[in-house]
């Protein structure tokens, strides 16, 4: 059917705005619907890609049809188009060329920033500033909502507890709390509290769920759960974004109870769209519904359409499999024509909630993206963010803040002058020329005396003998020595399982050539998993997490490393002393032969010490921080009171500096195993030198609650034990009950 100008005038003039109430919006839809073929509805399921960023096999010579499907109607939105020349062309085609004139969506995976690159999202989790973090996502929408998009395919929320996995970069850690008070952080600055500006995008709570369980870390394993575990550890941030108002959702890769999650009834039907009442787009991950025959829970495309479609999902990203079978199923009565128009509905409402039917070139405006990406008040946000999630691991004798006055400096290892990698995986359009290197940093920090010299020492992975003896030989003549050693960003992230957590031999080689030089080093760990580091951790004076850390990297780490900024990031992964250890997690249940070093019959290893390296919340300062015992209010609260605990905290250096003051909680007997402990508060504060504060959390029977035997969720009376420290192993304590009312 030719377009009608008529129809697309007349459905134009239905317009209405975002904020306008839900019953005219949808009205608005029950017209538009009424008005499409089986066809067209499928099409608005239908997400492609464009060329930019693919995360699966792609033909290009498809680009093409592709168009023409855009053309005629049968796609709804679009990932990896960018920019506004490309989305303008894009959204001109669905607008003036399709029979309905429905806009576009514009998708993109902007992760940790659009073309201002902050750090990766687990650097960033290691702030614990909550502020900071909804800024940084604010001003990843502001940048990618100023170059044509207005859905971003984050924040990535999935719990993750082995290093082995490479995503683990792209979520907030091991913590389900803080993985929650995280999650609302992202979504409420990808969002703001209006989607139809245009200056805020969709965001996405991914990926639903238990993807950060794969089993023994490989990427696209499977999983294999429990409910318990499910809902103790993986629903909470995904329920946060919830409340946060999160406009999607998106599919995981994995099955869970043998269900692939893009067609799981239980984690779609029953918990999103039923018990949470979810109504808004769950869309696919890429192929996750083409990858349901591969995966053999049904023979064929129709049947993975079928039970995508089903079992709640809505958009189609890259399978093809709805906009070529939904049509037919429908007409052969073999799907419900009633769920097809349901989730076409959901994709309508989202566009006209973004404000893409008042203006479907709202988000494409050239002046606002020259004017905006990569703005100077953008680069300050991320040099702040990036100086905040710095973690510095070990700092003895005071070698670190190194004096800007130091005469011999040198700078060596792979990633000291590197571009490339800092960006980390998931760059969105952040380019390398962007960057600031970890030497260009240091030099525009040091006086005008000190002497830079900087070589590489090693390549990332490959041992080259030459550049090993030059740095030997700088080392030797240099006072200090910043060594920059860690991982290739691209072996992080997605797809990039390792078996090996540690550094690559030829750096290691080069941390120990170095070592024995003599010279003092200051080793700085540019990754986005933790690594196993323990030769390091045991031999080097100092060690500072850098992580990838974006366009600043090299002026966040100078300043930290001048001491113009006092690191204060506590780690929000536990670091494994080797890869043996994994899964490892502060929050573990208690077990019924606890660790007894003179007895051999309990839960141990016998070559290596449960203990990690470095433990989840941990992260020295340039001062102390002093914590008094612990003061509770009163110890015995019943389950309409609550309870007050306080600690004065003393900064008792000589500097100012910020500390996370840690609340934990462990219920000592329950109806089931409970943790050891877990996290039920933070304070990121901040002190001046000899400044003392009293920090005080209240505490009530909500706080105490948690899955029970019958998995209902309640607190059940009975002893408690409260820790508040400076991680989660260096804790004071104070004992109180709940008692039944
Ligand atoms: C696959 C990833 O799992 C997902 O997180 C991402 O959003 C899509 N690819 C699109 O790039």
Known sequence: MRITLVAIVALMAYAVNAQANPSTINSKIDQLLSAMTLEEKAGQLNQYSGYE????????????????????????????????????KAQRHAIEETRLGIPLLFAFDVIHGYRTIFPIPLAESASWDLE?????????AIEASAAGQNWTFAPMIDISRDPRWGRVMEGAGEDSYLGAQIAKARVRGFQGDDLSRSDTVAATAKHFVGYGEVVAGREYNNVDISRRKLWETHLPPFKAALDQGVSTFMNAFNEFEGVPSSANNYLIGDILRGQWGFDGVLVSDWDSFGAMATSGVTADDPGAAQMALEAGSDVDMESD???QYLPKLVREGRVDKALLDAAVRRVLRMKFELGL??????????????????????????????????????????LLPISKEIKNL??????????????????????AQDVVTLLDGIKAKVSEQTKVRFTEGSDLEQRNHKKLRKA??????????????GEDADKTGESASRTNIKLYPAQQELIQAIYKTGTPVVMVLMNGRPLAIEWSAANLPAIVKGWFLGSETGNALADVLFGDYNPSGKLTMTVPRNVGQVPIFYNHKRVSRPFDATDRWNSKYIDQSNKPLYPFGFGLSYTEFAYSPVKLSTNNIDFDN???????????????????VQLYIQDLVGSVVRPV????????????????????????????????????FKAEPGDFKLFIGSSSDDVQSADFKLTAN
């Open 53 to 88: 960023i693919v995360t699966g096999d792609i033909d290009q010579s498809k680009m093409d049809y592709r168009k023409t499907m855009v053309a005629k109607g049968l796609v709804g939105s679009v990932l990896n188009v960018l920019g506004t020349e490309d989305t303008l």
């Open 132 to 140: 900071a973090i909804e800024r940084s996502a604010r001003i990843a």
């Open 321 to 323: 499999v709805f906009v």
């Open 357 to 398: 039917f008042d203006d479907p070139y709202k988000y494409i405006d050239a002046e606002r993206e020259k004017r905006l990406i990569l703005a100077p008040e953008h680069r300050q946000a991320a040099r702040d963010m990036a100086r905040k999630s710095i973690v510095l691991l070990k700092n003895d004798g005071k």
């Open 410 to 431: 040198a700078v060596i290892g792979p990633l000291a002058n590197d571009q490339y990698h800092m960006n980390g995986f998931w760059r969105g359009k952040g380019q």
């Open 472 to 485: 030997v030989k700088l080392a030797k003549k240099s006072d200090l020595v910043i060594l920059a050693v």
């Open 642 to 660: 609550t309870l007050t605990a306080s600690v004065t905290v003393t900064n008792t250096g000589k500097r100012f500096g910020e500390e996370v």
């Open 677 to 712: 402990k877990e996290l039920k508060g933070f304070r990121k504060i901040s002190l001046n030198a000899g400044e003392s504060r009293e920090i005080s959390f209240e505490i009530g029977a909500k706080d105490l609650a948690f899955y029970t035997r019958d998995m209902s």
